[in-house]
């Protein structure tokens, strides 16, 4: 079965520059989640949308923001880079509309040198 | 104080031992409590997910939720290697809703 797309699986960034990490949902799922894992830390609530609007918010700086675009993929885009960025970023997928449960993607690792 | 508490661990255990895994949690409105298994470097993988107080079993998996001591586990029977694993129990308030996690149990089964 389809799971939940993550791309890049591996991003290197330097202090202040800007990233871009893209979920891709499983088919027919329609609500997208965004968790920040830091080094043997659990996951934090960033973000969510469900049919394309924001649903949720939580622990997201302004530096960052996000969408989910029409076929329901969704992007985070980081900011301003910092070094306390660096962690495990996962995307998670739902189908909002009925009772089912969260589909983790495999994280994208990003590293702020 | 966190919303969700979850025994720290770590854990070790031998092949074939049964292994509990709990949490507590501060919040009353939590209705749906998962938990999910996560190997070094991955996603978390979903195991067990249940909506109010009660019991579910999958194989050699077993949760349990009693809401009115906010308290859930995790019960895994005949435990092999291939269970070892950070184990995090999650939490939310509605089935679309954000899940809050406990900070992870790291399991290891000895052969």
């Known amino acids: 079965a389809a799971g939940v797309i993550q791309s890049p699986r591996h991003l290197i960034k330097e202090k202040r520059e800007t990233a871009t990490l893209k979920c891709y949902p499983i088919?027919?799922?329609?609500?997208v989640y965004w968790y920040q894992q830091g080094p043997g830390q659990d996951p934090q609530f960033l973000i969510s949308?469900?049919?394309?609007?924001?649903?949720d918010k939580g622990s997201i700086p302004d530096r960052f923001s996000a969408q989910q675009f029409s076929d329901y993929h969704s992007e985070l885009n980081m900011s301003s880079l910092e070094l306390g960025d660096s962690a495990l970023y996962f995307c998670a997928s739902s189908h909002g509309g009925g009772e089912d449960e969260q589909f983790f993607g495999p994280g994208t690792r990003l590293t702020v040198l | 104080q966190k919303e969700v508490e979850q025994d720290p661990g770590p854990l070790s255990v031998p092949e074939g031992a049964i292994v509990s895994l709990n949490c507590t949690y501060s919040?009353?409105?939590?209705?749906?409590f998962m938990w999910y298994r996560q190997y070094s470097r991955k996603g978390p993988e979903l195991l067990m997910y249940t909506y109010s107080s009660g019991n579910k079993e999958d194989g050699r998996f077993t949760a349990q939720v009693d809401k009115s001591s906010k308290y859930i586990s995790l019960f895994i029977r005949d435990s092999q290697p291939s269970d070892s694993a950070t184990y995090l129990c999650?939490?939310?308030?509605?089935?679309?809703?954000?899940?809050?996690f406990g900070d992870g149990t790291t399991l290891t089964v000895k052969p």
């Open positions: 088919p027919r799922h329609d609500t």
């Open positions: 919040n009353s409105a939590f209705q749906y």
């Open positions: 999650a939490m939310s308030e509605t089935n679309a809703g954000k899940s809050t």
């Open positions: 949308f469900y049919e394309k609007m924001q649903s």
